[in-house]
Structures are given as structure tokens and as C-alpha cells.
């Protein structure tokens, strides 16, 4: 994919370079769940390791600071985004991005 395709004002993040992959893994149903589980870890893991640049969508970070990681620079614009449009944190708390109200907490990191 082109980088000058994106629209940047939108919160989805993309790697820095020019041009870029996205790649689904589509598992079937076949395998256990726990196996699939284990074997995208390895994948990331590998990924790590040899430096490559990834971005997981439908991730299960547990820390905000995997999460900061995962938005990069656009980490500002998303918290302020969360602090103009749901203050109390009362959407999508399932994904552990935001642990506390906005109206409790005046910094960047909740």
C-alpha cells in the first residue's frame, strides 16, 4: 500500500515507510484456538527479532504502554480524541486502552 493514500487526520496507524504490506492471517477452524494463539506469537516474535516493522489490528495488548507503542506519534491526538468525546471512558472498555475516567486524570497517561 502507498503511505500518501491515508488519510493521517484518522487514528489508524500504519508503519513509516513509503510503501507497505498488510497481511491477514486467516486461520481455519481446524486447529485449536490455543495452537493458532501460539503460533501468531512465534510470528511476532520472529517479527521482532529480525527488526521487522509490524502493527497487529484486533490486538490484546494488556499495558498502556504497549498500546502507546502501537499508536507512536499519534498517541497525543488519540488521548485527546478519547478526552473530547468520551471523558468518563465508558466506550470500548474491553480493550484496556483507558483504565480510568479522563475527568479523573489530567495527564496523557491514565
Known amino acids: 500500500m502507498n503511505r500518501n493514500k491515508w488519510d493521517r487526520r484518522t487514528s489508524a496507524v500504519i508503519p513509516d515507510e513509503e510503501i507497505f504490506y498488510s497481511i491477514?492471517?486467516?486461520?481455519?477452524?481446524?486447529?485449536?484456538?490455543?495452537?493458532l494463539e501460539d503460533q501468531n506469537k512465534e510470528i511476532l516474535h520472529f517479527c521482532n527479532q529480525a527488526g521487522i516493522n509490524h502493527?497487529?489490528?484486533?490486538?490484546?495488548?494488556?499495558?498502556?504502554?504497549?498500546?502507546?507503542?502501537?499508536?507512536?506519534?499519534?498517541?497525543?491526538?488519540?488521548?485527546?480524541?478519547?478526552?473530547?468525546?468520551?471523558?468518563?471512558?465508558?466506550?470500548?472498555?474491553?480493550q484496556q486502552i483507558f483504565t480510568t475516567s479522563m475527568a479523573d486524570s489530567s495527564s496523557s497517561k491514565f
Not at 502507546?68 to 470500548?92: I, N, Q
Open 24 to 35: 491477514g492471517l486467516l486461520w481455519s477452524g481446524v486447529h485449536a484456538c490455543e495452537c
Open 55 to 94: 502493527k497487529q489490528y484486533l490486538p490484546h495488548y494488556t499495558t498502556q504502554a504497549d498500546w502507546m507503542k502501537h499508536f507512536g506519534s499519534k498517541w497525543d491526538t488519540f488521548v485527546e480524541r478519547k478526552r473530547r468525546y468520551d471523558p468518563k471512558a465508558l466506550l470500548s472498555p474491553g
